[in-house]
């Protein structure tokens, strides 16, 4: 029996051709456009996201044209509360989220995937770039790097478990972005040469704050900027403007540029350093999810990454709590982020992650 896949279309050219991948290979499949907000609810006339009415347009002018079906799936409530409420949520604490990796966690591989079972689908493809395989010997699937490291979505989709990867297929991880557009292009895809589509969707003009503003109705009160020592240096504008490592936008003069380094939401305070390595060699990290390996008995040696454009470091890893852990790295690294994941590797393959909590 023909198996049946449903395709995350977002009307970009990488979702779009793994739609046809997917049929080049035999699959029965249809595809689906997941509506998660309205411009009128972040305050955006553009059509410049991934959520526009031309998004939905061109996705089914591409499902069309490969004689697919094509629905249109409403997660706008489901979207609010776990990504754009998490969102505003985590800014009002001093945290910096990354709301990619939520919206793979809780729609793309959670309520999508829900969806797909009830349609009868076997698998759910989209258009990232990484893989998925089975170990032949324990039996696990994993998690690993695209082909092209210029691509390379892994670090994104670290969330996923053992079930979602093996219902999971991703045609392009094996492929460069000029490959796919080149496949775009022979079978007269209408965005072949689209851009991509904003990294945080529902900020397409990138002022968090702004949005955050705009979106509670609320004011966020000014408070005093601070050095390491607890002397005043200035007023900031509220601390939903600030995240760890921030240079520019701070307005205080000095004959050295001053980095954020921490932010106190108790006191109201921003603290400075002018140390632009200002770095931490321990972090603590909770939410921990494990792919290539079943459980950590005994501290293990990675190549880890504390954002989406980190190089990996080593470290050594190790349990402290039942789903919380210990990361030593070699060399201290800089800007280590509350709210960001911390993301392990062992060479290609996607170890695990978790949610940064401390750093010391």
């Known amino acids: 029996m023909t198996k049946k896949a449903l395709i995350a279309m977002s009307g970009g050219v990488d979702s779009s051709v793994s739609a046809f991948l997917m049929k080049k290979q035999g699959y029965e499949c249809m595809g689906a456009n997941m509506r998660l907000y309205s411009n009128e609810d972040i305050g955006e006339d553009s059509t410049n996201t991934c959520c526009s009415l031309d998004d939905v347009s061109d996705a089914r002018a591409v499902a069309n044209l490969l004689d697919m079906p094509f629905y249109v799936f409403n ?29 793979n966690r809780h729609l793309k591989f959670a309520r999508f995937y829900k969806r797909a ?30 082909i092209d490291p210029s691509k390379d979505q892994s670090y994104v989709l670290y969330s996923m478990n053992q079930d979602q990867l093996e219902h ?24 072949a040469k689209k851009h991509d589509s904003q990294d945080i969707c529902f900020v397409p003009d990138g002022d968090y704050a702004s949005f955050i503003i705009r979106h509670t ?8 900027f601070v050095d390491e020592q607890g ?68 501290p ?33 690294q800089r800007a280590i982020t509350k709210g960001q994941a911390i993301v392990m590797y062992d060479g290609d393959l996607v170890v695990g992650g978790a949610r940064i909590v401390e750093c010391h």
């Open 117 to 146: 079972r009830e349609l009868g689908c076997d698998l759910v493809v989209t258009g990232h770039y990484a893989r998925i395989e089975q170990d032949e010997n324990t039996g696990r699937w994993l998690l690993k790097k695209a």
């Open 217 to 224: 109705g609320k004011t966020f009160p000014e408070g005093d």
């Open 300 to 332: 293990i040696r990675v190549k880890a990454k504390i954002r989406y454009h980190h190089n990996e470091q080593w470290a050594t890893v190790s349990m402290d709590g039942k789903d919380r852990i210990k990361v030593v790295f070699d060399e201290p």
């Open 231 to 298: 002397n005043v240096l200035g007023r900031h504008k509220g601390i939903i403007h600030y995240t760890i490592g921030q240079r520019k936008g701070l307005g205080i003069s000095s004959d050295r540029p001053y980095f954020v380094c921490n932010i106190d939401v108790e006191r109201n305070q921003v603290v400075l350093t002018h140390d632009p390595n200002r770095s931490s060699t321990t972090l603590y990290a909770d939410q921990l999810n494990l792919i290539s390996i079943e459980k950590i008995e005994e």
């Open 168 to 191: 999971t297929r991703f045609p392009l991880g094996a492929m460069t972005k000029d490959e796919a557009r080149a496949i775009a292009a022979e079978n007269g895809f209408i965005n």
């Open 75 to 103: 997660f706008q409530e489901e979207f609010k509360e776990y990504v754009i409420d998490n969102f505003i949520s985590s800014y009002q604490h001093g945290v910096t989220p990354n709301p990619c990796i939520e919206c």
